[in-house]
């Protein structure tokens, strides 16, 4: 409806339309009032200015973004293990810091007691085969963890189990410095 108003009016006043012509040298005038093209930033002198676009600013508040959320993502991932135990931080975030801890221990304590039985690997056999008990059920308590209606209970029995992994690991490092120690003073007394 508009538009045939529109179309009716432009039809009717054609004549009066056509009456103003444009002079020849308008287009001149205009490309002169439009000024020379502007420089990109790098060409352009010293201390002309520098103007930001909004694009700009988007692509620098982007940027930070971007970089505040890696940082996030590190510190907490790094805080509470995120990758490490994803499901135990799924269900109960203030027991992850624990379980990464232990787990961290227990990966200390069991490259000290690879080391340590370098010269006696049959002692490092028995050793982990009484250690890898408990990884075993560590790791099916882990699973059970999502069926579990009683999580927080199914964490604290993993956390007790790591416990007992450090306790079991430190008695095994006792061990061999006792056998040590004995050795050395076998060594020491003159026969």
């Known amino acids: 409806m508009m538009k045939d108003k529109l179309e009716r009016f432009v039809r009717?006043?054609?004549?009066d339309f056509d009456v103003f012509e444009p002079r020849a040298d308008l287009w001149k005038d205009l490309e002169k009032g439009l000024g020379h093209k502007e420089r990109p930033?790098?060409?352009?002198?010293?201390?002309?200015?520098f103007s930001t676009s909004r694009r700009m600013v988007w692509q620098i508040a982007a940027s930070i973004a971007l970089i505040v959320g890696l940082g996030g993502f590190w510190y907490f991932n790094?805080?509470?293990?995120v990758t490490e135990q994803p499901d135990v931080v799924a269900f109960n975030?203030?027991?992850?810091?624990?379980?990464?801890q232990y787990t961290r221990l227990i990966?200390?304590?069991?490259?000290?007691?690879k080391t340590v039985t370098e010269n006696n690997p049959a002692l490092y056999q028995q050793f982990a085969s009484d250690f890898d008990r408990l990884e075993k059920t560590y790791q099916s308590l882990k699973q059970e963890l999502p069926k579990t209606p009683n999580q927080?209970?199914?964490?604290?029995?993993?956390?007790?189990?790591?416990?007992?992994?450090?306790d079991l690991l430190n008695q095994?490092?006792?061990?061999?410095?006792?056998?040590?120690?004995?050795?050395n003073e076998t060594n020491k007394i003159p026969v």
Do not use: C, F
């Open 78 to 81: 790094h805080q509470y293990g």
């Open 152 to 166: 927080e209970m199914m964490i604290q029995a993993m956390v007790e189990n790591l416990k007992t992994q450090i």
């Open 41 to 49: 930033l790098w060409q352009r002198p010293l201390g002309s200015g």
């Open 107 to 113: 990966e200390d304590k069991r490259g000290e007691l």
């Open 172 to 183: 095994q490092l006792m061990i061999i410095q006792r056998i040590k120690q004995q050795s």
């Open 12 to 15: 009717d006043n054609r004549e």
């Open 93 to 100: 975030p203030t027991y992850a810091r624990t379980v990464q």
